[in-house]
C-alpha cells in the first residue's frame, strides 16, 4: 500500500466546500477509495491524502481525466513521502522565473522579429532541434554592440509573480535554488543575483571587440544539458535525486524533469502540461509551496 497526496489549488481566492466534495466523489469514484483525509490549508488550496495498492505512475493516467476536465482548479498528486519536500529545485529561466522570452527582446532591440519568429515557428513544428534554431537565431544578431544590448534588455526583465517570496521562503528552509536557461548567461546571471540563487547555467554568446559575432561558445543548453546539469548539482550538494524538483515551460524542460524527482509544468505548452508530473496555471509561483509541502 502506498499514501498519496492530492493537493486542489484554484485559480481563484476561494475552494468552496462543495467544490472540494465533488473533486473528493471523483477520486473516491476513480479508485472506490472508502477514507480520504482533506486538509484546507489556504483558501484556495487543500490536500487530500489517501493510501491504495498502486505505483504513482498509475494513479497519476488513472486521474488524468478528472486533472484535464478542471480548467480553475489544478490537481497535483503526488506520493506522499519524506521526498515531498524537495532539498534542490531547479528552473527554467524565460516565462518561469520571468513572463518574457529574452530572445524575443533581443530580436525586437535588432529588428530581427520576423526571422526570429520564422525560425521559433519552424523549430515548433520539428524541421529543427534546439541547438539548430539557436544557432539561427543567434546568428541574426552579428554585429550586435554588447553593452548596449545588456543595458537595454536587463532592465526589462519582469520576475514572475510569486517568485522572490519562493525563492526566499525556500531559502530559509535551506533548499538549493538553480537556473538552467536555453537563454543567455548575463540574463540568467542577473536573474540569478537577483533572486539570490545558488546556480545559473546558460548559453554563451561569443563576443569580439565587444561586439556579437553571431555564434555561441560551449555546449548547448539543451533539454539533455539540462538533466545532465540537474544530476551533477545533486552529486555537487549531495542531494538524492528524488528531493529535487524542475519548474519549466517548455519541451526541453522535460528531460530534467524527468531526471529529477518531480517536475511542474508552469504555465507551460499544451504538450509539456500533458507530459509533466503536474501542472500549475495559477497567478503566482507561491503556490509551489503547498505543492513541496512546505505549508501545512
Not at 100 to 126: D, F, K, L, S
Not at 206 to 214: A, V
Request: glycine content about 6%; hydrophobic content about 40%.
Amino acid at each position: 500500500m502506498s499514501r498519496f497526496v492530492a493537493t486542489y489549488i484554484s485559480h481563484s481566492a476561494q475552494l468552496d466546500e462543495l467544490q472540494v466534495a465533488y473533486l473528493n466523489k471523483e477520486l473516491q469514484s476513480v479508485f472506490s477509495i472508502t477514507e480520504l483525509c482533506s486538509k484546507r490549508l489556504a483558501p484556495h488550496v487543500v490536500d487530500v491524502t489517501f493510501t491504495i495498492d498502486a505505483d504513482w505512475s498509475s494513479v497519476k493516467k488513472a486521474l488524468t481525466p478528472l486533472i484535464d476536465s478542471q480548467k480553475q482548479i489544478d490537481i497535483i498528486v503526488q506520493n506522499d513521502d519524506s521526498h515531498r519536500q524537495k532539498k534542490l529545485v531547479v528552473f527554467d529561466m524565460d516565462s518561469t522565473l520571468i513572463y518574457q522570452e529574452v530572445i524575443e527582446m533581443i530580436a525586437a532591440y535588432a529588428n530581427v522579429e520576423p526571422q526570429v519568429a520564422e525560425i521559433t515557428n519552424r523549430a515548433m513544428n520539428g524541421e529543427l532541434d534546439f541547438a539548430q534554431s539557436l544557432q539561427e537565431r543567434v546568428s541574426l544578431l552579428k554585429g550586435l554592440e554588447i553593452n548596449p544590448l545588456y543595458d537595454a534588455i536587463k532592465p526589462r526583465l519582469q520576475v514572475t509573480n510569486g517568485v522572490p517570496e519562493l525563492c526566499e521562503s525556500l531559502k530559509a528552509h535551506g533548499v538549493k535554488l538553480a537556473v538552467l536557461s536555453g537563454g543567455f548567461t548575463p540574463f540568467a546571471e542577473y536573474i540569478k543575483n537577483q533572486l539570490h540563487l545558488d546556480y545559473a547555467r546558460a548559453n554563451n554568446l561569443e563576443t569580439q571587440d565587444g561586439k556579437l559575432t553571431g555564434t555561441t561558445k560551449g555546449p548547448v543548453v539543451d533539454g539533455n544539458c539540462k538533466a545532465e546539469t540537474l544530476r551533477s548539482l545533486c552529486k555537487q550538494y549531495g542531494i538524492h535525486p528524488q528531493d529535487t524538483l524542475m519548474v519549466g515551460d517548455g519541451g526541453n524542460d522535460l528531460p530534467a524533469m524527468a531526471a529529477a524527482g518531480f517536475g511542474v509544468a508552469w504555465h507551460a505548452k499544451p504538450r509539456v502540461q500533458q507530459l509533466a508530473p503536474c501542472k500549475l496555471n495559477t497567478e503566482s509561483m507561491t503556490n509551489l509551496l503547498y505543492v513541496m509541502g512546505y505549508i501545512s
